[in-house]
């Protein structure tokens, strides 16, 4: 953590910059770089073309799931990321359990539509799978609690929390094949509020919808998403197969 | 893009999202004035509050609303600045004070769970459902905890996320009561 152990509020305008140089481009139009996307069901998603333009490390519309096998410890088996190919749309994000901040919101957005899936039928043409990044705080037990606390239906089997073995393994996983970037943290940080709080990572906020096929629809990142979002796109790509 | 802006961006993310809300906002939720549509939502029975439907924000009253989960660390600590301003103002003939879960309940987290987590958590106001997310969409909260003032008019006089001090509450709802 030395390169950006400066103070939040550098890199926060540094993403706002970031930010800001988005709707300069989108207000300069398409720029009409892409070919048509026929692997996928939803729109080309806001903000694309500054999307690829920044060449961002995670899968975004129109890319396929990348592939990694990673321990599902409380199912007590192995998940490939790609093994529902054919058979189910997928959910993916990154959190770690200590998180105070994203991650709740993070898991709290795939459990809205695991819940909407039960409510509306479509449980069994989905599958939920975060992915933590912190293994060593994260034991399966310390996940079983977690997925407990956020009220996860484990009866449906469509649910796999996964584990990457060590903290290489999730860098491997996680930053290197997911292209989710996360930092250890100096255990005691103040945010911009001057709040102390404990902190043991920092990273990107993702979240990916992939459909049947294996591509992703979207990319949420940035902000959490709304869960009413991702409810209301997993239905889209739901009916629209 | 260079793996630095990314940690950069990264890291704002984060930083952004300390305060315990999902992030403080830098976009205006709402991005737009104008009256709330009502949506009659399913009270229950807890300490405070009686099973029933409440229409929310009942117009004619200014209405105080926070979004909660049970599973949201920072909702267990903006428990105490609430009761706070309860104990303060609810008791205005014209206010409508509430909390609303928009967690999916009904299956693994019950009617139940809500109100023993009420209850733990000194809870002693209305405490409503918002499982299909109808209210949340409407108010575009898009994140836990999430706090708003509603005027008689039902437009959105206050719109923050995180936790927020007892002052910080109280002023926005004063203010909206003494504006006739």
Not at chain 1, 183 to 190: H, K, L, P, Q, V
């Amino acid at each position: 953590m030395n390169r950006h152990s400066n103070a939040p509020s550098f890199d926060r305008r540094r993403f706002l910059t970031v930010a800001g140089s988005g709707v300069v481009a989108t207000m300069a139009g398409c720029l009409g770089l892409r070919g048509g996307n026929d692997n996928v069901v939803l729109d080309e998603p806001d903000a694309y073309d500054r999307t690829v333009e920044a060449d961002v490390d995670w899968p975004i519309y129109g890319e396929q799931i990348p592939t990694a096998t990673v321990p599902a410890p409380l199912l007590d088996r192995s998940v490939t990321t790609t093994e529902f190919t054919g058979e189910r749309h997928t959910l993916f994000t990154f959190i770690f359990t200590r998180c105070p901040g994203a991650c709740p919101g993070l898991m709290a957005v795939l459990r809205h539509v695991q819940a909407d899936s039960v409510e509306n039928d479509y449980a069994d043409e989905v599958a939920f799978m975060p992915i933590t990044f912190d293994p060593e705080h994260d034991t399966p037990s310390v996940l079983e609690d977690y997925e407990q606390r956020h009220g996860v239906e484990r009866s449906l089997e469509h649910w796999f929390t996964l584990r990457p073995e060590t903290p290489e393994r999730a860098q491997e996983v996680v930053e290197e094949t997911f292209g989710c970037m996360f930092e250890r943290t100096e255990d005691a940080e103040s945010d911009s509020e001057g709040e102390t709080m404990d902190m043991a990572f920092m990273h990107t906020s993702l979240v990916l919808l992939a459909n049947k096929d294996g591509y992703v629809e979207r990319a949420y990142t940035g902000d959490v998403p709304a869960p009413s979002t991702i409810v209301d796109d997993a239905r889209t790509i739901v009916e629209g197969w | 893009m260079q793996r630095r802006d990314l940690l950069a961006g990264a890291a704002a993310l984060s930083g952004t999202a300390l305060g315990g809300a999902y992030v403080t906002g830098f976009i205006d939720p709402l991005g737009s004035t104008g009256s709330v549509e009502h949506v009659e939502l399913e009270s229950i029975d807890a300490p405070g509050s009686q099973a029933g439907e409440i229409t929310v924000p009942q117009q004619g009253t200014v209405t105080v609303l926070e979004f909660f989960a049970t599973w949201c660390g920072v909702c267990s600590r903006q428990m105490e600045p609430m009761g706070a301003v309860y104990d303060d103002l609810g008791h205005h003939d014209d206010l409508q004070f509430l909390s609303v879960t928009n967690e999916p309940v009904g299956r693994t987290v019950t009617r139940e769970d809500v109100a023993n987590w009420w209850a733990d958590h000194d809870g002693r106001w209305t405490v409503g459902l918002d499982t299909d997310l109808t209210l949340t969409e409407r108010l575009d909260a898009s994140g836990v905890p999430y706090t708003y003032v509603i005027d008689r008019s039902n437009t959105v006089a206050y719109a923050e996320r995180g936790y927020k001090a007892p002052d910080e509450l109280a002023d926005p709802i004063e203010r909206t009561l003494e504006t006739r």
